[in-house]
């Protein structure tokens, strides 16, 4: 397969839509390329060969390029210990090795996993930023019970897939930045504090010195409280969640 299928022009828009503002601090940012991930992982019962570990402008984990037996080349996130030349696959009857993708409910329990679906067939939607693992609970009835990296116990469709192992690239937390300009050339702009800016533009704007943020709660530029539960209320995963991040 052409490599060039797999990447394009990753078109700016700089936080904007119709020429508005709609996400601040954006804009300015080096040209991309944007890799086609497989986050599906559908190539089920082909075996592939990791030909190369990439770098990804536009994610903290790595790519891996994967040749499959067939002749087609795809990008996989690249899970930790799997190097060039590591075999993987996508099966119901996969061995149970870091880089290969089965259904949860083939999973053993305490199994780490990364890539979750949340949606039979839909493709990994959870758990895939460098360092990020997640651990197979528990099985009840007719759900597979995951612990996420928050802390989170949720339950999950026996039949949507997860991929074995942790994502690479674990030391990307610890990554220091050197200088003003690597943020600037990644597309970040400056953030001003809303406490240092005036009323009309901030809602913690105003009053005379330092006066900080000067109401009951810190709310956003657009005047939404930020503080407490922000989750949205009634979301329809909520029915989902076993046991909220952050309780023992």
């Known amino acids: 397969m052409n490599m060039k299928n797999l990447k394009r022009i990753l078109k700016k828009h700089s936080g ?3 020429g508005k503002v709609t996400v ?15 986050f599906k992982r559908d190539k089920i019962d082909v075996w592939g060969t990791v030909e190369v570990i990439e770098y990804d402008p536009n994610r ?5 390029l994967v040749l499959y037996e067939d002749g087609e080349r795809r ?3 690249c899970p930790d210990g799997v190097e060039v030349g590591s075999k ?4 119901e009857n996969a061995p149970i090795e870091v880089g290969n993708t089965l259904a949860m409910r083939i999973i053993p329990v305490g199994a780490q996993i990364h890539n979750l679906e949340v949606r039979p067939g839909k493709g990994g939607q959870m758990v895939k930023s460098a360092g990020s693992v997640a651990a197979v609970f528990g099985k009840e009835d007719d759900w597979v019970l995951v612990k996420l990296p928050s802390g989170e116990i949720r339950r999950f469709d026996p039949k949507a897939r997860a991929t074995i192992g942790q994502v690479g690239n674990i030391e990307a937390k610890n990554r220091i930045f050197k200088k003003a300009g690597t943020k600037r050339n990644m597309g970040i702009r400056p953030s001003v504090r809303g406490t240092a800016m005036h009323p009309n533009a901030h809602p913690h ?6 006066s900080g943020v000067g109401m009951k709660y810190p709310k956003t530029v657009y005047g939404r409280k930020a503080v407490g539960k922000t ?3 009634n979301k329809y995963s909520d029915k989902m ?5 952050g309780k023992k």
């Open 60 to 64: 903290n984990a790595r790519l891996a």
């Open 24 to 38: 601040r601090h954006q804009g300015g940012r080096s040209k991309r390329f944007l890799r086609e991930v497989d």
């Open 241 to 245: 969640i076993v046991q909220r991040r």
């Open 16 to 18: 904007r839509r119709s």
């Open 205 to 210: 704007g105003g009053g005379e010195g330092r």
């Open 88 to 91: 993987v696959i996508a099966s």
């Open 231 to 233: 989750r949205i209320k």
């Open 75 to 77: 990008y996989i996130l």
